[in-house]
């Protein structure tokens, strides 16, 4: 797991419920030594409660918080949501680093897509221009 994008992880569960497998799981593999050498500065912190449900808390490089209800998922699915806006996150800072603003990607995709034009679903199709 790579924690490139992530500066904290919040880990919280019951020892006592079935329901805290997946979070305990999701606790190790962030603590591993391969994805502490991704990113040294990622802070990660486990709260043991007796009740509560259990979830995960991702603070990202941006300051964004997203919260993971963990009860019900697999680790499989809690490391899916969490990398895939890591990536996404980390496409976006190489598309700027390369001089490209994120209003003119989204108005540029809108306007190849047709979603500026007032009918939904009409398909528009832009000529190119040498």
Do not use: H
Not at 17 to 26: D, L, V
């Amino acid at each position: 797991m790579q924690l490139k994008q992530i500066s904290r992880i919040l880990v919280q569960f019951s020892p006592y419920t079935g329901q805290a497998r997946s979070a305990r799981e999701f606790l190790a593999r962030v603590t591993s030594a391969p994805a502490q050498a991704s990113n040294p500065e990622c802070q990660v912190q486990a709260r043991v409660r007796v009740k509560g449900d259990p979830y995960v808390e991702i603070e990202y490089g941006n300051k964004q918080v997203a919260r993971i209800d963990t009860g019900k998922l697999t680790v499989a699915q809690i490391l899916e949501q969490v990398q895939s806006r890591a990536e996404e996150m980390d496409t976006m800072q190489k598309l700027k680093e390369a001089g490209f603003g994120t209003s003119q990607l989204e108005s540029g995709w809108q306007q190849a897509l047709g979603k500026e034009t007032p009918s939904i679903g009409a398909v528009q199709f832009v000529s190119r221009q040498a």
